[in-house]
């Protein structure tokens, strides 16, 4: 089993991995919320629009549609027709219909209906909860994970009973992000799953959310389990008040398990204790190069300047993943005068190791490291061009924002979708039109994560995101 942490899931060196329950259909149900419209009055309308408002409010959405496709090519149906056309297409679960529509609601120059736009993006994801393709519904969710919305939780309850691990363990995720845990039953049976990735997620939830009732099953695993799962279960019993439980997390770090070893060095790193971080320091001579790199991701994720020189040393490793990892923590730690040890390895030989150097001085706001992203963006390698995107997340830079909607537009999907989620994480101003690339691509995944970071951006406080 690969342990997945939120942590190297943020530097991209780890990548994030049915509904067996019938759903009634999202759009006819309600479940797809859409903006409701504030018609105008009546006596402002033509006769066709005053037709479709009327339709629309007996719940007539097929023959809104009609009324609009019946219209002459060339004549113009009026705004309010094609708007009542868009909200029907989202009530029958059809945001990409209701896209196209919303294109020629906002031709000449109208500004962005954020509400509206925002109802499209959460239908992109929402009408996707059941597609047959596993991956998909994997993107599904973490978009799910990513806009943590409470309204969600029956949705991600659903998920918990998916037959992908990968779908249960997001849906798990994504209920603790959106700070659900408390409120879910089903969570608190996912302790029970079948995966071990399902019933970590599951602790993990819950013990950040200190749930009560949880303390005599995360007992039983952490004396049974004789896995990273057992971690795990030792770190929720930690969050729960049970402090003597750190000992057995940093003794497991001697095991001979070399995943047993990341998991304690991961919950050490989360859990930020002083007296943690020579055991970690120490771990960057671990003789299994995976325990090495999530030595160093975790002394990032640690956030102490006294981790810099164990840092500098796994700049020196062998293995180029640890020397990536140990890049994306250096900048975490946001020394400026670590600079001189992370601009040499813009030269080193392997690729991902020159994208974590970029992605690190991007971070201590060197924006020189710019021009490095545009040439490796332009690497023939698509899974090198994803880690471009990835890395140009933490940009501020606004040169970073071109080079996103190139790689939007990449051949290949990995790049593209990389963009999609970067778009939605970037600090960068105007990012709505770039990530509107993403809503027209050809590969749901790309429609799907375009949705997430666009509701994302939709959401932030104090940005305008407007066209």
């Not at 392997?350 to 332009?378: F, K, P």
Request: net charge neutral; aromatic share 4%; charged share 25%.
């Amino acid at each position: 089993m690969i342990v997945e942490k939120p942590f190297f899931a943020e530097s991209g060196l780890i990548s994030i991995r049915r509904l067996s329950i019938g759903l009634l259909l999202l759009a006819s149900s309600g479940a797809l919320p859409v903006a409701a419209a504030t018609p105008p009055a009546k006596s402002s309308l033509t006769a066709i629009e005053r037709e479709a408002l009327t339709l629309y409010q007996a719940s007539e959405f097929n023959r809104v549609i009609d009324l609009l496709q019946q219209i002459p090519p060339g004549q113009d149906p009026g705004r309010e027709v094609i708007r009542y056309g868009l909200l029907s297409q989202l009530k029958l679960g059809k945001p990409e219909e209701a896209w196209k529509l919303y294109t020629k609601l906002i031709a000449a120059n109208h500004p962005d209906e954020r509400a509206l736009l925002r109802d499209i993006a959460r239908g992109f994801i929402l009408s996707r909860v059941r597609d047959p393709q596993e991956h998909i519904r994997i993107a599904v969710y973490t978009a799910l994970a990513e806009m943590g919305e409470g309204e969600t939780l029956p949705l991600l309850e659903d998920g918990l009973l998916d037959s992908s691990a990968l779908v249960r363990a997001r849906a798990a995720e994504a209920i603790g992000r959106a700070g659900l845990a408390g409120r879910s039953a089903a969570l608190k049976r996912a302790l029970r799953d079948e995966a071990p990735g399902v019933r970590i997620a599951a602790i993990t939830a819950l013990s950040d959310a200190k749930v009560a009732g949880i303390t005599d099953q995360l007992t039983e695993i952490a004396r049974v389990d004789e896995g990273p799962e057992s971690i795990f279960a030792f770190a929720g019993l930690y969050k729960l008040g049970r402090t003597d439980v750190l000992i057995d997390i940093s003794s497991a770090v001697t095991l001979p398990d070399p995943e047993v070893r990341m998991a304690a060095l991961g919950v050490l790193g989360r859990l930020r204790k002083a007296n943690s971080l020579p055991i970690l320091s120490q771990a960057v001579y671990d003789p299994h190069p995976a325990v090495r790199a999530f030595a160093a991701g975790s002394l990032g994720e640690f956030g102490s300047v006294e981790g810099i020189a164990a840092l500098t040393h796994a700049l020196g490793d062998e293995n180029p993943r640890v020397r990536a990892v140990a890049l994306s923590s250096l900048g975490r730690l946001g020394v400026a005068d670590t600079r001189s040890v992370i601009q040499p390895l813009l030269q080193d030989a392997d690729e991902h190791v020159r994208i974590s150097a970029v992605e690190a001085l991007l971070r201590l706001g060197d924006a020189s490291a710019m021009l490095h992203a545009a040439d490796l963006a332009r690497h023939p390698d698509p899974s090198v061009r994803g880690d471009v995107a990835h890395a140009l997340a933490v940009a501020t830079a606004p040169t970073a924002l071109p080079i996103l909607e190139s790689l939007l537009r990449d051949q290949q999907p990995l790049p593209r979708l990389m963009a999609a989620r970067a778009l939605g994480k970037s600090p960068l101003k105007a990012l709505v039109p770039a990530i509107k690339i993403g809503l027209q691509d050809s590969d749901p995944a790309v429609r799907i994560t375009s949705a997430g970071s666009l509701i994302h951006v939709l959401s932030r406080k104090g940005k305008s995101g407007s066209r």
